[in-house]
T-cell receptor, first 109, second 110 residues
């Protein structure tokens, strides 16, 4: 599975869009991009995933560049409850799901 | 639906003791996972089970054993606990698109 690179931490003002980047330059054609988040010490929670098209659900939007070497998770109107660690994961959808260190997002009032 | 249930939630062990962490899911998923998370770190995969009757090593399997008892249950055993195994342990099961996690077992080995 491809390796991902994310910033260690980011800040965002409450009510503004939070844009979390992820680099995955070694991604292969059959690998998906997944995003999860972990609030405080709870178990991680699935947010969204995509292959090459942009995706949107009730939680977030996922923008994948045309060459698929990077992606951005967008939380359109961040709230204090979105403060969490966000993990970008790339794999084929197979069994071995590996998490990296993630990005710690701080949403500030 | 309970989702993924882990027991116990907290445990303190002495060095050398053994214990089994239990995990059960009620979503009829084939694949299940055990992760550990050390303070300030991401999750590391210990073992996974692609289907009932199969198990495979993840990133950090040393010091652990697992059993996929049936489709619902996937247990993690520490035969001789060490202080380096102090961590939060998460169990997960996975559908075709997403993984569902339990609330974790906080284990301290003294």
């Amino acid at each position: 599975d491809a390796k991902t690179t994310q910033p260690t931490s980011m800040d965002c003002a409450e009510g503004r869009a939070a844009n979390l980047p992820c680099n995955h330059s070694t991604i292969s054609g059959n690998e998906y991009v997944y995003w999860y988040r972990q609030i405080h010490s709870q178990g991680p929670q699935y947010i969204i995933h995509g292959l090459k098209n942009n995706e949107t659900n009730e939680m977030a939007s996922l923008i994948i560049t045309e060459d698929r070497k990077s992606s951005t998770l967008i939380l359109p109107h961040a709230t204090l409850r979105d403060t969490a660690v966000y993990y970008c994961i790339v794999n084929t959808g197979g069994f071995k799901t590996i998490f990296g260190a993630g990005t710690r997002l701080f949403v500030k009032a | 639906n309970a989702g993924v249930t882990q027991t116990p939630k907290f445990q303190v062990l002495k060095t050398g003791q053994s214990m089994t962490l239990q995990c059960a899911q009620d979503m009829n998923h084939n694949s299940m996972y055990w992760y550990r998370q050390d303070p300030g770190m991401g999750l590391r995969l210990i073992y996974y089970s692609a289907s009932e009757g199969t198990t495979d090593k993840g990133e950090v399997p040393n010091g652990y054993n697992v059993s996929r008892l049936n489709k619902r249950e996937f247990s993690l055993r520490l035969e001789s606990a060490a202080p380096s195994q102090t961590s939060v342990y998460f169990c997960a099961s996975r559908s075709l698109t997403e993984a569902f996690f339990g609330q974790g077992t906080r284990l301290t080995v003294v």
